[in-house]
Structure formats: structure tokens, C-alpha cells
């Protein structure tokens, strides 16, 4: 008979083992689709000498204005194919892929001329800040609210709170975000239009740089916060709200427990579980966040990055950002299960 500890082992030795599969068919299937996605680097080369803006709405190799094909001699386009990885089978590339990957070498980006991970590393630590402060806020607020909003069902504070959880998760953040930026920023100038800093706050002492930063997030918490705020407040409501009507509740206030530590100790520790299958997720927030959101405040991040990198087909940009997002993912689902098993001892791994 294995004990927990054992089983608990061999279970994440059988998720780490799954995740080799996963990652290799999510990595082969990006792969193959962006050898089929017009507009790559050498389609943007043609677009460029052929007087186009180079933009990333280009044809790809079969598509492209049989005049563009004059633009580069054909030794030349051999010699670009060759430098761009874009001469060898699809197996053979992403094999090579595969192993520079497994090196933690990611290439070379074609837009930036500078290895992925230098790139993605400068971009990082604003995606993290922002993770993180939408994870304190999310959950140091959003608990306690269900939590209330439980307690107080079908009274006026239940009420109002649902009003404005369900208009800010009507709203897509974005949308919020541009209406916020074109409000207190353009037309009232009460916030900065975009941006994580000031041009001039490197060069401020480091409570007022923060200050600046502080300044700068506002706005963009505000429309990170704005769907986060109604699903994570409504499943700790429904669940805080399922637990006291159970039937150990009900038999431990028969037994003369406090209302209190019945709802607050017993009851609260069983309404968690729920909760500790979304802390999985923050390992993607801390790196993607919203690109959307990053876009309209020009918020210089992975998630803008990415887009940026799918626009201009900077494709091992995409692959790398590929690699990170799918590895956080799987390891936050791993990470959601275990949280899960610490909160519920009842938790078995077969």
C-alpha cells in the first residue's frame, strides 16, 4: 500500500512524463502552421524592394506577385532561404528546432537581430509586475467580496456588488481600457495616456520612479481587474454558499458550534477548493497578461510582443513565446491539482 507521500510522487512523475508529448505535438502543430503563413521574412524583403510597406499582410512564397519574385535573384533567394532555415524538410527543421530548443537556445529574432531569450527577458519583468498586482488585487479582494456577498444573499449590498461585477464583466477589458484612456487621460489628463513609465523617470530617485509607475498602472489594472473581478467573486460566493447549506453545517451548529466558526472555519476551508483550481493560472498571467490590454496603453510586455511577432511573422519570436506560455500552462494545471490536494486532504492520486 503506497502512502500519500509515494503516491503523491509518482503522480507528478506521470504528469511530468505526459507533458513531453503535449509539448512536442502544441510546438509541431505552431511549426507546421507557420510554414504556411503568408507573409514571412523574405515576403516582407520582396514587399520592401518592390516599393510596398513591407507590412505584415503580404503574401506568402505561393501567393506572391510574380513580379516580386525578380526583386531578389534566384542564388540570392537560395542564400536567404539557407540563412532564414527555410531550405530543409519540415522534419528536418523542426527537428534542428527541437534541439536548439532543448538547449534553451531559441534563435536569433529576425525584427530585433537578438537572441529570444535576451528579447523576451527585457519585456519580461513588466508582464511580471503586472501578473502580480492583478493576483493580489484579484484574490485579496475578490474572496472577501464572495465571502460578503454570500452572507448578505438577496440583500442590497448582493445586489448592488452583482450590478457592477456583471457590467465590468459585459465590458472586454480592452474595450474599458480605450474608453478609460480616452477619458482621464485624452480628454481629462488626469493619467498618462499609455506607456510604463516616464520618458524622464529613470532619472528619479526610486520612490518617486515607483510612483511614476504607480501612476502609469492605473488605468491598465482597471481593465485587467474588470473580468477577473465577476468569475472569481461569483465561484467563491456559489461555493461559500453550497458549503453552509450542507449538512455538516447544519449538524455542527445543531451541536451548539458558534455560527461563526462554522461558517468561517469549516465551511470557508471546503469553499477554497474551488478557488485553488484557478492558482495554476497565474503562472500564464505573470508572463501573457493581455495583449490586447498592452495595445491600447502600449504597455511594452511579453503579451504585446507577441503580437507584435505574430504581425510581422518574427516567427521564432512566436516560437519562443510559444515555449514559455505552453510550459507555464502545463505546469500550472500540475500546480492547480497539487493545491487542490493540499486544500482537500480527501484528494487521492490513483
Not at 61 to 79: F, N, S, V
Amino acid at each position: 500500500m503506497k502512502t500519500r507521500a509515494q503516491a503523491l510522487r509518482d503522480y507528478v512523475f506521470r504528469r511530468l512524463l505526459l507533458m513531453v508529448p503535449t509539448f512536442i505535438g502544441i510546438t509541431f502543430a505552431t511549426f507546421v502552421l507557420m510554414q504556411f503563413v503568408p507573409g514571412g521574412q523574405i515576403d516582407q524583403m520582396r514587399m520592401a524592394l518592390a516599393g510596398g510597406d513591407g507590412g505584415g499582410d503580404a503574401g506568402g512564397g505561393g501567393g506572391a506577385d510574380a513580379r516580386l519574385q525578380l526583386d531578389i535573384p534566384d542564388k540570392q533567394m537560395q542564400l536567404l532561404r539557407e540563412y532564414y532555415g527555410f531550405d530543409k524538410p519540415l522534419h528536418v527543421a523542426y527537428g534542428g528546432w527541437l534541439l536548439d530548443t532543448l538547449r534553451l537556445d531559441l534563435g536569433n529574432s529576425f525584427r530585433y537581430n537578438e537572441p529570444v531569450t535576451k528579447v523576451i527577458a527585457d519585456r519580461l519583468p513588466v508582464s511580471v509586475y503586472y501578473g502580480i498586482i492583478t493576483a493580489i488585487f484579484t484574490y485579496g479582494i475578490c474572496i472577501p467580496l464572495g465571502m460578503l456577498k454570500a452572507i448578505k444573499h438577496r440583500t442590497a449590498i448582493d445586489s448592488w456588488t452583482s450590478v457592477l461585477i456583471f457590467v465590468g464583466y459585459a465590458v472586454p477589458g480592452f474595450a474599458l481600457g480605450a474608453v478609460l484612456s480616452n477619458l482621464l487621460a485624452v480628454r481629462w489628463e488626469l493619467f498618462p495616456l499609455g506607456g510604463f513609465m516616464s520618458a524622464s523617470a529613470a532619472a528619479l530617485p526610486w520612490h518617486e520612479r515607483w510612483l511614476d509607475i504607480v501612476w502609469h498602472s492605473v488605468l491598465p489594472l482597471i481593465a485587467y481587474l474588470a473580468g477577473a473581478f465577476a468569475v472569481t467573486t461569483m465561484l467563491m460566493k456559489n461555493s461559500l454558499m453550497e458549503n453552509m447549506s450542507a449538512d455538516y453545517v447544519k449538524t455542527a451548529l445543531a451541536k451548539g458550534l458558534s455560527w461563526r466558526r462554522a461558517v468561517f472555519v469549516h465551511a470557508m476551508r471546503n469553499s477554497l477548493i474551488p478557488m485553488a483550481t484557478t492558482v495554476g493560472g497565474l503562472l500564464g498571467i505573470f508572463l501573457t497578461g493581455s495583449f490586447l490590454i498592452e495595445r491600447v496603453f502600449n504597455i511594452p510586455g511579453v503579451g504585446l510582443l507577441a503580437f507584435e511577432a505574430i504581425q510581422t511573422r518574427d516567427f521564432p519570436i512566436v516560437l519562443g513565446f510559444l515555449v514559455i506560455s505552453s510550459l507555464l500552462l502545463m505546469l500550472g494545471n500540475l500546480v492547480s491539482d497539487l493545491t487542490v490536494a493540499v486544500v482537500d486532504p480527501r484528494v487521492r492520486f490513483g
